[in-house]
């Protein structure tokens, strides 16, 4: 069957320090991989995506993912966190070709402390 | 939240009556969704539209309609067969139906339906 998970359900980091939320994913075939974000009582923005090419994809707001097609993960970082950053994320997959529905992850919660 | 709008943000209804979502778009996307949020159960997609007049249920359909008669529009009712309808509803919109074509979705801000 085809998954997304997200191992964590909530992250704690310091204001400053480096993130990291993780995505992994079972699909056939080659995956096109999405991360959102989405602020309490908001919709989802769209943060970045992996159609094909460079591993490293480089997103909004500074975040950047990468995929590592033997681990089948594509986890989002970012260098340093800002307060601001706290949020939900949603990571979702969708095999390649004319795929209709994309495959979401339950959310990673993000929690940056000053 | 992009040009998709949302209305209202909230609403409020009693058992047993119909209500009607509001979702409209100005980006010229050809497909639009909805999905429906619950706490710690992600997004659910309820239903589907790749082109006016034309629709697809989604994985929980039931207890829902949609239409399609323009573009710009796709509101979503949810009716009283709907046994849990309390929830967080967003609405979406991608340029082609294709999320297999790497077609990112645009989300509105949501309205978060209260059933008493």
């Known amino acids: 069957a085809q998954s997304v998970a997200q191992p964590e359900d909530q992250v704690n980091v310091a204001e400053g320090n480096p993130l990291t939320v993780k995505c992994t994913y079972s699909v056939s075939g080659n995956p096109y991989l999405f991360w959102y974000v989405q602020y309490p009582n908001r919709g989802l923005q769209f943060l970045l995506k992996?159609?094909?090419?460079d591993n490293l994809v480089k997103g909004s707001y500074g975040f950047e993912a990468e995929f590592n097609k033997s681990q089948t993960s594509f986890h989002l970082k970012k260098p340093s966190a800002l307060v601001s950053d706290s949020a939900l994320y949603f990571c979702a997959v969708t095999p390649a070709g004319n795929n209709r529905k994309l495959i979401w992850g339950l959310g990673t919660s993000l929690a940056v402390n000053p | 939240d992009g040009g998709i709008t949302q209305s209202p943000k909230y609403l409020f209804r009693k058992e047993g009556q119909n209500v009607t979502l509001s979702c409209e778009q100005n980006?010229?996307?050809?497909?639009m969704y909805w999905y429906r949020q619950d706490p710690g159960q992600g997004l659910r997609l309820i239903y589907y539209?790749?082109?006016?007049?034309?629709?697809q249920k989604g994985d929980i359909a039931e207890g829902y309609s949609v239409s399609r008669e323009k573009k710009e529009s796709f509101p979503l009712t949810v009716t009283s067969a709907q046994k849990n309808p309390t929830a967080f509803y967003l609405c979406?919109?991608?340029?082609?139906?294709?999320?297999?074509?790497?077609?990112?979705?645009?989300f509105g801000p949501g309205t978060r339906l209260t059933v008493t």
């Open positions: 979406a919109s991608s340029m082609v139906i294709s999320s297999g074509r790497g077609n990112e979705q645009y």
């Open positions: 539209s790749q082109i006016v007049n034309d629709f």
């Open positions: 980006l010229n996307h050809d497909a």
């Open positions: 992996y159609i094909t090419g």
